[in-house]
């Protein structure tokens, strides 16, 4: 396919960045799980903590799980503030450059951002096509994808927070305990934009994004057209 | 692979502490300390006999001195004298050992171990220090030692295995502590309310299991004194809100997930079956 005919949706540093986001996440997500409900997540831990246990001559049961989970509250330690500078150069190099895109949905009224919103939930969920108004009107991301990146804005700045509060500052318990529930409710949200994250990328209408962003960073024109026009038009001006 | 199983609530040991019979001498303090092998705290001036001020991870077991002004009038057959003085209530406080102990909830290794007894007891070994278990104790019980573990009164855990009475217990000399079943103690407590004393540890709230193992009973006058200061009415913290969140969020997330996943599954069977049935009318 000429080059004319695809558009480039996702850069090198987003995709860059997006690979160092799924790898630290699934990091601290996989750490995080042991740190908050040992009783249903131990085997997660298991397998890298009882080779440990075995080397220092613990026991292989419980020994195993200490030593896993020590290592997992390391690695969360370590990965979180990394996670969390990498998040925040990033974002300050998007305000910066003016390539925020985001955001600029929720300029639309609100209206107009309920119908569009309620139009793509009864696509995914039913099926339906999308009104031809609601297609036309479509930004780089819909509404909906930035409601739950609001929500996941939020769940960052949370785990942020109270994760370095936590980890660095010397707390009162009363303190500790506050942070550990902001931490809490951080991570929830922040689950909940990845279910809906997931979800509407590997619907099959948005299934080529997978490719673009796993890839080289293009979807094809006529592709973009359908799913994201006002970017389209956009970009294309800009030409 | 790390399962919790606090013991029934009338089962395993319990301790009634009568501080009506306290007379403050400390040795149930000492015989604490020298029976866990905790090492000797430099002590520091403090405004009352309370000493080391608050519990450390060398000192399971502190008696905490209120002291209150007290007006007395003597009367004489020729006169009155009315004196001021202070009063002093002292409490030999260490871990309750809650019935659903909220400190082993919420540890991230399964560290703390309930005995049989009902004995919540940090083990040492297993601990890796993040504190989860002062944060979830309505008490603020645990501390952390000098090796960055936490540390707590262990009922004397591995005396009652061997037919002993905590050292704490054993050691009174005026007979402060019951040590016996729960249900006993219970009763005990029970008796004890019924004859005008005011009874801490028995209807408590379900965070820390309804009630704890360490009951303490005071006449009205030094319960009023000491027990707003030691023992919440409402024995919970914020970390409940964490529990409660986790108890909705965890399967609650995990719910939309498979939800999502199956509007997924359908989405892309009606996908490829539009497309299979484009490709055939082509």
Redesign the interface.
């Known amino acids: 396919m000429a080059e004319r005919d695809e558009l480039e949706v996702a850069s090198v540093g987003y995709r860059l960045t997006h690979w160092l986001n799924l790898i630290l996440f699934l990091a601290l997500l996989i750490t995080g799980l042991v740190l908050l409900e040992i009783e249903v997540f131990a085997y997660i831990i298991y397998p890298l903590g009882a080779p440990i246990a075995t080397l220092l001559g613990l026991d292989p049961g419980t020994g195993a799980v200490t030593a896993g989970v020590q290592i997992a509250r390391m690695l969360h330690r370590l990965v979180g503030p990394l996670w969390g500078f990498i998040i925040v150069v990033y974002v300050a190099y998007l305000l910066v450059s003016g390539r925020l895109e985001t955001l600029r949905v929720l300029r639309k009224p609100v209206g107009q951002q309920l119908r569009e919103a309620l139009a793509i939930i009864s696509h995914y969920l039913l099926g339906r096509e999308l009104p031809e108004d609601v297609r036309k009107g479509l930004d780089r991301h819909n509404v909906l994808a930035v409601y739950i990146t609001l929500l996941l804005a939020i769940g960052v700045v949370l785990v942020g927070f109270s994760g370095l509060a936590i980890a660095y500052l010397d707390l009162t318990p009363s303190l500790h305990r506050l942070m550990l529930l902001l931490h809490d409710i951080g991570f929830y949200l922040t689950v909940i934009f990845l279910i809906g994250h997931i979800f509407a990328t590997f619907h099959p209408s948005n299934v080529i994004l997978i490719k673009a962003i796993f890839g080289d960073g293009r979807v094809p024109l006529s592709w973009a057209r359908e799913h994201m026009n006002v970017y389209v038009e956009r970009v294309l001006a800009k030409r | ?4 199983k606090f013991p029934g609530r009338d089962e395993g040991v319990a301790v009634v502490v009568d501080l009506d019979k306290c007379i403050g001498c400390r040795a149930c303090q000492i015989a604490c300390q020298e029976w866990n092998g905790r090492k000797a705290l430099n002590t520091t001036f403090s405004p009352t006999f309370t000493n080391p001020r608050d519990l450390h991870a060398d000192a399971w077991k502190v008696v905490f001195f209120h002291e209150f002004p007290l007006s007395k009038t003597l009367k004489f057959a020729e006169a009155e004298a009315a004196i001021n003085t202070v009063e002093v209530v002292p409490v030999p406080y260490n871990c309750l050992h809650c019935a659903e102990a909220p400190c082993a909830r919420a ?5 703390i171990k309930v005995s049989p007894e009902g004995a919540v007891v940090i ?1 040492p ?2 601990c ?1 220090g ?3 278990c ?2 979830a104790c309505p008490y ?1 019980v645990p501390r952390r030692g000098s090796d960055g573990k936490y540390y707590k009164c262990t009922f004397c855990v591995d005396r009652i295995q061997s037919g002993l009475e905590p050292a704490c217990v054993e050691v009174c000399p005026t007979n402060v502590f019951t040590f016996t079943s729960m249900r006993e103690a219970t009763r005990i407590a029970e008796d004890l309310r019924a004859r005008g004393k005011k009874v801490y540890g028995l209807s408590l709230d379900g965070y820390v299991g309804g009630r704890v193992r360490w009951i303490f009973a005071a006449s009205e006058d030094k319960a009023s004194r000491a027990f707003p200061a030691m023992f919440p009415e409402t024995p919970r ?3 409940a ?2 529990e409660s ?2 108890g909705i ?2 399967p609650g ?1 995990s719910l ?2 498979v939800f ?1 996943l199956a ?2 599954a359908v ?2 069977w ?2 490829r079956r539009t497309t299979s049935k484009s490709e055939g009318a082509t």
Request: charged residues 20%.
């Open positions: 692979m790390v399962k919790l540890c991230p290794v399964g560290a083990e070994g297993e890796i993040c504190g989860y002062l944060d603020n913290n914020s970390n809100i964490r969140l986790e969020a965890i997330l939309a997930s999502a509007v997924l989405a892309w009606r996908a």
